[in-house]
Nanobody, 127 residues
Framework: QVRLVESGGGLVQAGGSLRLSCAASGRSFSRYPMAWFRQSPGKEREFVAAVSWGIGDTTSYTNSVKGRFTISRDNAKNTVYLQMYGLKPEETAVYYC???????????????????WGQGTQVTVYS
């Protein structure tokens, strides 16, 4: 099972930006679709963004972040990123990285499709 470690969270003013990173263990990272989810207190964990295996030329975003967030991957570094601009207070949450450990699988947006999760990184947006 791949091990995932997120970093890059923090405290940011509304309208600001953050870049989250997720470092993965293992030699098969490039074969797996990856995704970011987030969870606010008292709410379900929700999909944010996903990227396809390989060069990551296919991406998917939840509607509320389109045009502001960008997911990308660097297979040489076994890392997936989430660049976030224009952050809003309601986006305060713990952000989780997830791996779908099915080689060459299609991109997924449902949390049940992902078997490996990181510990999360806190993002707090204040107004």
């Amino acid at each position: 099972q791949v091990r995932l470690v997120e970093s890059g969270g923090g405290l940011v003013q509304a309208g600001g930006s953050l870049r989250l990173s997720c470092a993965a263990s293992g030699r098969s990272f490039s074969r797996y679709p990856m995704a970011w989810f987030r969870q606010s207190p008292g709410k379900e964990r929700e999909f944010v963004a996903a990227v396809s295996w390989g060069i990551g030329d296919t991406t998917s975003y939840t509607n509320s972040v389109k045009g502001r967030f960008t997911i990308s991957r660097d297979n040489a570094k076994n890392t997936v990123y989430l660049q976030m601009y224009g952050l809003k207070p309601e986006e305060t949450a713990v952000y989780y990285c997830a791996a779908r450990e099915v080689a060459f699988a299609n991109i997924q947006t449902v949390k049940g499709a992902f078997g490996s999760w990181g510990q999360g990184t806190q993002v707090t947006v204040y107004s």
